[in-house]
């Protein structure tokens, strides 16, 4: 369940970080669902290291975990992309 939860957050998380973070990045729709999966697996994989929890279902505080993975993998692409 928790790799499923991953993947159904991270593309609510991708357009959700998409919203939260607007600007002009290419790839469209598709990157940023993309990016939110990636966001969170990394997300959920960084809550578990540092103690904060992990994307274990579907939870607000899952759900919180994966939209702050996605932003944090956001920004990043934003500033490789530069």
């Known amino acids: 369940m928790g790799i499923l939860s991953w993947i159904v957050f991270g593309l609510l998380a991708g ?3 998409k919203w939260l973070m607007p600007g002009r ?3 469209g729709l598709i990157t940023t669902m993309l990016l939110g999966i990636a966001g ?3 997300g959920g994989w960084i ?3 540092l103690g904060f929890g992990s994307v274990t279902g579907f939870n607000l ?3 919180f975990t994966a939209i702050i993975g996605a932003l944090a993998l956001l920004f990043v692409y934003r500033l490789i992309r530069k």
């Open 61 to 63: 505080g899952s759900f």
């Open 40 to 42: 969170a697996f990394v």
């Open 25 to 27: 990045d290419g790839g």
């Open 15 to 17: 357009m959700l970080a």
């Open 47 to 49: 809550g578990t290291r």
